[in-house]
């Protein structure tokens, strides 16, 4: 029991690393003797714990997407309408907090790479079944959709929020809140 501890308190050390590298510089730029050099190990032992440096990769990104879920919650016993302001207040928490692993998370390295798609999709997927049960709603496809472009805003609109902050974080919050589905809102009414 020790050991496994000890090992999994290894490797989230080495995945803390992992999001601070990813942060300040894109996948191709960064080589394994760096990353391994910014750990304080060798690279032999970032191979026992991650495959390759891709793997190493999405293992960080994997971490960020546990992190961004774990920020992102829709309160229980609460309507969606009173549970969907905290939920987008605690994701631009996260996003202003990761402003750096955000951005390149959303903007790429391997971001076309279908083991990363994965992984933001299932993102999408896990928030946008909170959504559905906080309002108490069966979703629909029309719904799944409607749901879906709501998040692609509220992630996008994050992004260019971090690089241009041409609005408030109060403006943008009220901005992507205006934007929720009615439908949604309707349903539970």
Do not use: C
Not at 126 to 147: H, N
């Amino acid at each position: 029991m020790a050991r496994t501890a000890a090992l999994d308190a290894r490797r989230a050390q080495l995945l803390t690393v992992g999001k601070q590298i990813f942060s300040g510089r894109a996948y191709d730029a960064v080589s394994t003797e760096e990353i391994a050099a910014q750990a304080g190990i060798s690279i032999g032992l970032l191979y026992h714990y991650f495959a390759n440096k891709k793997g190493f990769y999405v293992a960080t990104i994997r971490a960020a997407a546990d992190d961004l879920l774990a920020a992102v919650r829709f309160p229980h016993g609460l309507a969606l309408a009173e549970a969907t302001p905290l939920a987008v207040a605690s994701f631009l928490d996260f996003v202003e907090t990761n402003d750096a692993l955000y951005t390149a998370l959303m903007r790429g390295g391997v971001g076309a790479d279908n083991e990363v798609h994965a992984i933001l999709e299932e993102v999408r997927v896990t928030i946008m079944a909170r959504v559905f049960d906080a309002a108490a709603v069966t979703p629909t496809p029309s719904l799944r959709l409607q749901l879906y472009g709501w998040l692609g805003l509220v992630e996008f609109s994050a992004l260019r929020w971090l690089t241009h902050r041409e609005v408030s974080r109060d403006e943008l919050l009220g901005l992507m809140l205006a934007a929720v589905p009615p439908t949604l809102l309707e349903a539970q009414a």
